[in-house]
């Protein structure tokens, strides 16, 4: 007999079968990111953002390519899309080489200073020369085969369209069945993939050698830009945000995980953007804490830190809302950087994007072992939406928190209070764990080291999360409770530990 898998879309059942599910689309890391959609119409004229989009081509091409048809519109309609995309094009490229420029000059010089005045031996320098027998791929299934371990992809429908794809971690030969599930959540510009690069110390790894059922999950066109209905060559396509991401993405990514693992309760631990999508959908959906175990927050992107007061995020930050769009579009945020990354040579790729994203978000690599910064960035940035940058920059950027996050709470409704652990870096300057932590009521006794905090904000967001720690970790950034070289000294120890404590059933 044929098993089937049941999706649930919209009060429509779809079924799959084993055969069709091996058919249905498979889209690739080794491409970057490619779209499997094909359209009906290949006769038309192509607009200048299909070709632009046209040169993620795919390295394998599945048998059967689902097709979706692009939305009809008027022959006005489609030039004033197109011309919209030009001058977005035309205008954002000049802005982002001056960036890269100011960022490599910035970066560059921050390093030679280090070099000059401060000739310290790191801990982890001693691991740059243990050089693994790894090649540098964009497949994150290739680094959990070399390491070990098998990494099961599957589709996940969420209830407004999108495919996303998650994967299953386990050791071979250890089946999952019957293990207690965790599901991780990434942060922004970032994928699942960002989970497996630490080699043998990975989190995603240590997670599964402890004995759990490790679920790793992808927002919406991260790995892959795959719908039920629309394309993602029409800027419908690209409509959604942080609430999307919240009520959606992570609902669906959730239950999935409860429905293979048989667990009604799944441990969830997030990244950066991957905790404030779960707590949009907490605030806005509380149902969904009778599904968690414990909460495990990493750099939880809530409220802002003292990097948003910096040229030039604070430029970006102040552009009003029609000046944004006629910049960056209305569909995905600044597409040339996946073209790049398709196309240029890796390491020389990790160079500039690691300039830009320590010149504009802090990630500075001095927990991380350099070598592996060429993996790191074969991973990042990931596609987002202009509309996602857009909800950051409107809460995160100019309120100092994040959009959705603490509205429509229920303080009456009938729930189990989940555990909540939080872990920040002392030197993370993009976000401030601080203040997140003392948006909860009784917490003075878990900061009481803390020299010179704020204590506004002191107003419990989340009746349904019940914090029972704060990791507060010297000198770690944004990036190293995932990267960190000593992980599996300053936060997997303890991290395993509260897992143990959750409410599982």
Known sequence: MRSIELLDLDDKDIYFTEEENEDKRVLSYDSGVNSSINDDDDDDDKSTLEEMMDLLPPKRVPADRKKVQRIKRGLLKRIIIDIQAIISMTLSLPILIVLVLLAIYKTTKTHMLDVLYHKTERPQDILENTLPDEVITQDETYYAEKWGYISEKHEVVTEDGYIIIMYRLYRKGCKPSGRKPVLIGHGLFQCSGAFVLNEEKSIAFTLADEGYDVWVGNNRAIAGYDHISLSYKDPEYWDWGLKELGIYDFKAMLDHVREYSGYSRVAYIGHSQGNAQAFIGLSLCPEIANKLSCFVALAPAIFSGTLVNTYPLRLLINLNDWLYSILFGTAAFLPVMTVVQTIMHPRLFCFLAYCMFSYLFSW??????????????????????????????????????????????????????????????????????????????????????????????????????????????????????????????????????????????
Not at 372 to 400: C, E, H, M, N
Not at 411 to 417: G, L, S, V
């Open 364 to 505: 500075w690599d001095s927990h991380w072992v350099r070598r592996r910064k060429v993996k790191y960035f074969q991973f990042t940035p990931r596609p987002v939406s202009a509309r996602l940058i857009a909800d950051w920059i409107a809460g995160w950027g100019k309120t100092g928190k994040c959009l959705y996050v603490g509205e429509n709470t229920h303080d009456n409704m009938q729930m189990d209070r989940v555990p909540l652990v939080v872990f920040y870096g002392t030197a993370d300057y993009l976000v401030d764990g601080e203040q997140f932590v003392r948006s909860f009521d009784d917490c003075e006794h878990r900061l009481a080291d803390t020299k010179g905090a704020s204590s506004k904000n002191n107003t419990t967001m989340f009746p349904m999360l019940d914090l029972v720690h704060v990791e507060r970790i010297d000198g770690y950034e944004h990036m190293d409770t995932i990267w960190g070289h000593n992980n599996h000294e300053t936060t997997y120890p303890i991290l395993l530990k509260q897992l143990k404590q959750a409410k599982w059933e």
